[in-house]
């Protein structure tokens, strides 16, 4: 097969960019992403509705038993769980959009019940059922997002799941302000019932989303495969295109040799060593992801901005002008993400972060919770620490969801992302009931244990983590089966019968390169044709 075509691919796309094709792409992802917006909208909105003394009143107590404001919390966290753990069931046999369209019905019965609660058992049904929703859709759209996007810019369509929860974030924050305004009921049960909204408008727009070209060209329907891909990623009169033909091959043929080993068993993705490698990094960078400090903000935040220095009315605006911030850096790094790289994002994200909060605990020392008057100062660089830990949390939110898809082949993509994104439920429901114990037992001391954590997760990323920027799903899976695992050529692009030629690792030190960051194709030099991953524009000129 003559590749020379791939040369001028990254020029191509960036004509391609500036054509509807990008937009429409982009919009689909961004569509998709509703139901993240659900994910990031219950968890700015919570805290601050179950404070409200109409609230309060309705469920008959001036205050809520430790026991309700778990079973609230825990209800919602522990249907996520069950829902990312069920996503693949769905995922895999119906599509991706079948489980977005029942996330969508989920997620409108859940904002009803909670909504229309006239009980605290009716309230925590509801948040049961809006985490099973937001479950199974923050599994299934990183899949989508990845499934649907090029290459070039599969970081930024990625990235799409952790926006939207900014914005949803955002959203409910200042929904909650607006709502103190009022009183009555209305002041809980709008903030409540709002997450409708989002679900009715993904329940009754997903099924104009295209199927994800790989899920469908798995399932046997090649030519909607073949048409999705050249209207996503080139133009509608463009199904004789070389490019696409070479997408095709490589789509198809990644299936036909993952469909021999990549068994759809919980139990084997476990035990085998090729998927229980890529497990323990997805996972992994989930569990990271909890442990950089964010359950410990949502523990210690409300401490400081509820103290006697500031009023309510300004907590809640600190906190929505927080959230705005963040989604603002949300939008930049999204923008560099596919440029700069996964790795070499996710370091200096975890270095600030360590960094942040190692000032954010020193800070806590000199604060007198009880009267802030006595140390204004303190209080206020605490704050804007919250602000500093905000930019470099991005780059890791973002990443994670992106890489739990990227990594994982497409016969078991959605398991392997559900494995993760539960992970990160349970981790955060882990935290979500230790933190508040360990902030009252230890105080701020607390903080240093994620100081702990960032900076080893940053020496664990650069030692095992690699870049999987600037390359196709299929890419990736061939760097990994070549690197990491040495198993034989048939579940690889590469011809068995050609010439092998090894690079020691010592060499490629002495390169300057990292052998973990590297691609196949940097490493050995065979008679093929093959794309380098990582490399500048992911795409290297070869003929055979």
Request: aromatic fraction near 12%; hydrophobic fraction near 45%; charge should be neutral.
């Amino acid at each position: 097969m003559n590749c020379l075509v791939l040369y001028h691919s990254h020029r191509i796309w960036s004509h391609a960019t500036r054509t509807m094709t990008f937009y429409l792409v982009t919009f689909c992802c961004a569509f998709a992403a509703l139901g993240s917006f659900l994910f990031g909208y219950d968890s700015g909105m919570l805290s601050s509705t179950i404070e409200h003394e109409a609230f309060l009143r309705r469920f008959g107590s001036p205050t809520l038993s430790d026991a309700a404001v778990g079973g609230i919390v825990s209800s919602y966290i522990g249907g996520a769980i069950v829902g990312s753990v069920l996503a693949p069931y769905v995922s895999d046999y119906y599509g991706r959009r079948m489980v977005l369209f029942i996330g969508g019905l989920l997620g409108i019965l859940g904002a009803g019940l909670q909504g229309g609660a006239l009980t605290i058992a009716m309230l925590i049904a509801g948040r049961c059922i809006a985490g099973l929703a937001v479950g199974q859709m923050s599994a299934t759209i990183p899949v989508y997002c990845s499934e649907v996007a090029p290459p070039q810019i599969r970081g930024i369509l990625g990235s799409m799941q952790q926006w939207m929860i900014g914005l949803g974030f955002v959203v409910a924050k200042w929904v909650g302000y607006g709502c103190t305004l009022r009183g009555g009921a209305f002041s809980w049960r709008f903030p409540l019932s709002f997450q409708a909204v989002p679900a009715v408008i993904l329940v009754c727009g997903v099924w104009l989303l295209p199927e994800s070209p790989r899920w469908l060209i798995e399932n046997g329907k090649e030519g909607e495969g073949r048409s999705v891909l050249a209207r996503l990623h080139l133009n509608r009169s463009a199904t004789n295109n070389h490019l696409l033909e070479h997408e095709l091959f490589q789509i198809k043929e990644g299936l036909a040799s993952e469909k021999q080993s990549a068994i759809r068993s919980w139990r084997y993705l476990l035990l085998s060593p090729r998927w229980r490698h890529r497990i323990l990094l997805a996972c992994g960078l989930q569990v990271f992801t909890q442990c950089a400090g964010t359950s410990v903000i949502s523990s210690y935040g409300p401490r400081l901005f509820n103290t006697p220095g500031l009023t309510t009315s300004t907590s809640l605006i600190v906190i929505g002008v927080w959230g705005a911030l963040a989604q603002f850096w949300n939008t930049v790094f999204m923008l560099f993400i596919d440029k700069v790289g996964r790795r070499k994002l996710l370091i200096p994200s975890l270095l600030g972060m360590g960094a942040a909060l190692c000032v954010e605990a020193t800070l806590a020392r000199y604060i007198d919770f009880s009267d802030t008057s006595t140390n204004p100062h303190a209080q206020r660089a605490a704050i804007a620490m919250f602000f500093v830990f905000s930019f470099f949390f991005t780059a890791l939110g973002m990443i994670s969801w992106v890489y739990q898809t990227e990594i994982f082949p497409t016969p078991i993509r959605a398991r392997g992302s559900s494995m993760a994104t539960a992970t990160n439920w349970s981790v955060s429901l882990i935290f979500s009931q230790c933190s508040p114990i360990a902030l009252t037992d230890i105080g701020s001391n607390y903080l240093y244990c994620f100081v702990a954590f960032n900076w080893v997760t940053m020496v664990v990323v650069w030692a095992f983590y690699p870049e999987t920027a600037h390359c196709s799903l299929e890419e990736v899976e061939e760097a990994f089966v070549t690197q990491f695992v040495g198993e034989p050529s048939e579940h690889s692009f590469v011809d068995e019968n050609a010439s092998v030629a090894i690079t020691p690792r010592s060499q490629i030190r002495h390169k300057g390169l990292h052998p973990l960051s590297m691609h196949p194709t940097d490493t050995v030099s065979i008679g093929s044709s093959h794309s380098g991953c990582g490399s500048g524009n992911g795409m290297e000129t070869k003929e055979v």
